[in-house]
């Protein structure tokens, strides 16, 4: 075992007893664990914070006797501990608790029992420890006893930690919830996904620290590693590289193939509890498959374990910019067609991350507070897949040369699209140059609410406003330097293209686009009074697309075409109804079910295009759950499950899922089998709730047509004894 806090009380006078004999102790692990906000860990295993006393009872078989009885304690962590790296120490006892050191102080007596209190400082490493006693009499010889294992966490509840967060609501919400939301869809369309964080099931803490023994730096260098982990910016970096695969044997495996038949589609995953045990049950084989929902989701749950405030966040329209100048290309041909990537930039219709809270010593004052960290694989920093921790702050004010990794972060959110169009091969025009395209609506759980809170002001200005430009620019000049351009066709965005638009155009719906549905809209079209004035009759011609949208914002194949024709006076506005037929869709949508409309209008006249395009994601079938009784610890709860196929056709290889920290151990699954088009389906469920409390019933209905049918339910859990 490991060694790093030594604690002496030491009295020197003569006594004719021996050495005090310890007959018993108590780690009074439920009492400190609740003292430490830590409760929900367990009672039968101690677990403290840093900075924050926790009182130990030894039981001698005589009286202690402070003029003559010397013990030391010592708490081991890490591998071949030296002083030189702070991972060994040596204590003298103090009158009171010494925040900047190890401490023993505050010892009292009762008969033959001595209680003491110990403490950490603020910056103690975290981790497992074994703590020890050595006690001896006078120049008798000492004896050695061990008092068993305790865990340190982070500690947000104390000023001198650096990972202090001052309100309890926030607290509560970012450290103690073990169940959440996560904002899913397209920035029109936005989903809440409830998910398991479940921090506080048993075995997790222990895979959290296993994660932190397996990580590159730890299999390089152990007791470095170890002597590191006091900081929380040290971890957080640690963690994100460890939550994906790409440079070890990390949690899970990434995959934006569609192909999943080797592993678990990313939407079928409920919670993290399982994804973890999974991970340490074969040996640290990396768990298929993730996406970056679930690696974000993954990292919330390790974090909060390990006291690090955490919340999970959605950016909508979310770049992926690799050549560091600010702008993301999009190719159109002209069928109305997305075309496929021939490089790395892309946008994604959401992308999820994580910030954790914590103060930045390595930054100058200002940049303290939320910090981005991505446990997702885009790029690499520093050698190795992780991404952050990166200042919301920076972010927002364009300081982009602050670690870790800013600037990426602030492309995702603030890169400009410039759309073009592309024949043969070949670039032909600019259709548009959007400022306010990237980083849209970017959203996290409202603090003690299911509600979405909004959360854009603080990664940027508002779009289009002085000073939104004024950052960027600012950005602009630290990556390309005074004279460098975010745009290598610079030229071509100064040309007449960029005049106003002739005419005004909408793809709008004309009903709430359902699976298993046909998509009916309007193509509305209105030619602006004082446009194109020599002109009597913009004669129009019109190109129409559907592609299903892959999550990384790349398209399929288009699944459906259309051309028309028209004509518009001065000031005249169309609607023309269309619609994408159900058998156009079904065999060749995504499992995001997620499809752009893209519509290319070429103006005879003048040669001039335009292009309009609308991303509809597709409702699905919804689940109603009801809660029979009141719910009590330790007494069955009947639940409810039901939903009704709503599309033409049946849902075969139905399966429910549900999950719930607190609720259920572990997944309960049940086949529904096949369930016919108009059929609704019913399951009855007991559980047995484990805790008290707020907790909440995650459920999920995957079939072979869709994967994410879900819902949830939050239930209060009532103590035995209140009952």
């Not at 678990?264 to 509890?273: D, F, Q």
């Not at 702008?327 to 219709?349: G, H, Q, S």
């Not at 001065?570 to 752009?596: C, V």
Request: proline content about 4%; glycine content about 6%.
């Amino acid at each position: 075992m490991y060694v790093l806090g030594i604690f002496i009380i030491v009295f020197n006078s003569l006594s004719p007893f021996s050495v005090l004999g310890l007959r018993s102790f108590s780690l009074q692990s439920p009492k400190n664990n609740k003292d430490h906000h830590t409760s929900e860990l367990g009672s039968k295993r101690l677990f403290v914070r840093r900075a924050q006393a926790f009182v130990i009872t030894l039981n001698f078989d005589r009286p202690f006797h402070a003029d003559a009885d010397k013990i030391v304690f010592t708490a081991e962590t890490g591998p071949q501990p030296t002083e030189s790296l702070g991972t060994k120490v040596r204590f003298v006892a103090t009158k009171a608790k010494d925040g900047n050191h190890w401490s023993v102080f505050d010892f009292s007596t009762y008969e033959n029992s001595l209680h003491v209190s110990l403490s950490s400082p603020a910056n103690a490493i975290i981790g497992r420890y074994l703590l020890k006693v050595e006690i001896s009499h006078l120049s008798d010889q000492a004896k050695s006893h061990q008092l068993g294992e305790f865990i340190l966490l982070f500690n947000p509840w104390n000023s001198e930690d650096e990972v202090y967060l001052p309100s309890e609501a926030q607290l509560q919400e970012y450290v103690m919830m073990d169940y959440g939301f996560i904002f899913k869809g397209h920035e029109n369309w936005i989903t809440p996904w409830p998910w398991n964080y479940g921090q506080f099931e048993d075995d997790i803490i222990d895979i959290c620290f296993e994660i932190l023994d397996r990580n590159l730096n730890f299999l390089n260098n152990p007791s470095k590693d170890y002597s590191q982990r006091n900081s929380a910016m040290y971890i957080c970096r640690v963690v994100s590289a460890m939550i994906n695969s790409n440079d070890d044997n990390g949690v899970l495996q990434g995959n934006w193939s569609e192909d999943y038949s080797k592993g678990v589609n990313p939407l079928e995953w409920n919670g993290s509890v399982t994804i973890l045990r999974q991970w340490h049950a074969t040996g640290g084989q990396s768990v298929r498959y993730g996406q970056c929902w679930v690696f974000a989701a993954v990292m919330c749950t390790v974090m909060r374990c390990l006291g690090v405030p955490t919340r999970v966040v959605t950016n909508f329209r979310s770049a992926h910019n690799t050549d560091g100048n600010l702008t993301v290309d999009m190719f159109y041909d002209k069928r109305a067609e997305l075309m496929p990537w021939e490089r790395r930039d892309k946008i994604w219709n959401f992308h999820v991350w994580n910030e954790c809270w914590m103060t930045r010593r390595d930054l100058p004052a200002g940049y303290d507070g939320w910090q981005v960290l991505d446990p997702t694989p885009q790029e690499t920093s520093r050698g190795v897949f992780c991404c952050g921790p990166a200042s919301v702050r920076a972010v927002k004010e364009g300081d982009i040369q602050l670690a870790y990794d800013t600037p990426f972060v602030f492309a995702e959110v603030n890169a400009d699209e410039v759309i073009w169009l592309q024949d043969s091969g070949q670039v032909k025009e600019i259709l548009s140059h959007n400022t306010s395209a990237i980083g849209k609506k970017i959203s996290t759980k409202m603090v003690g609410s299911d509600k979405r809170q909004d959360i854009t002001n603080s990664y940027k200005y508002p779009e289009g406003s002085a000073e939104e430009r004024s950052v960027f620019m600012k950005a602009s000049r630290i990556l390309l330097g005074p004279n460098g351009s975010s745009y290598p066709c610079m030229e071509r965005m100064r040309t007449a293209w960029f005049q106003e638009n002739p005419i005004k155009l909408q793809l709008k719906l004309a009903k709430t686009p359902e699976w298993g549905q046909d998509l009916a809209f309007f193509l509305k079209a209105r030619r602006l009074q004082g446009s194109e004035m020599g002109i009597e009759e913009l004669l129009l011609h019109v190109w129409l697309s559907g592609q299903a949208l892959l999550h990384g914002g790349n398209a399929q194949a288009p699944l459906w075409r259309e051309e028309l024709s028209f004509s518009l006076a001065q000031g005249e506005e169309k609607e023309l109804p269309m619609a994408l037929p159900f058998t156009h869709y079904k065999n060749q949508i995504s499992d995001e079910k997620l499809i752009r409309l893209s519509g290319l209008v070429e103006i005879k006249q003048t040669r001039r295009k335009l292009l309009v395009t609308k991303d509809i994601s597709l409702e699905l079938p919804h689940l109603t759950i009801e809660v029979f009784g009141q719910a009590v610890v330790d007494k069955k709860l009947s639940v409810s499950i039901s939903f009704t196929n709503t599309q033409q056709e049946p849902l075969q290889n139905c399966v429910l899922m549900l999950e719930g920290s607190g609720l259920i151990e572990g997944q309960m699954i049940i086949n529904l089998g096949t369930v016919q088009s108009g059929n609704t389906i019913q399951a009855e469920v007991d559980l047995l709730p484990t805790k008290e409390g707020s907790r909440q019933l995650q459920v999920l209905v995957s079939c072979k047509e869709v994967k994410e049918i879900k819902g949830y339910k939050d239930i209060f859990v009532a103590s035995a004894s209140s009952s």
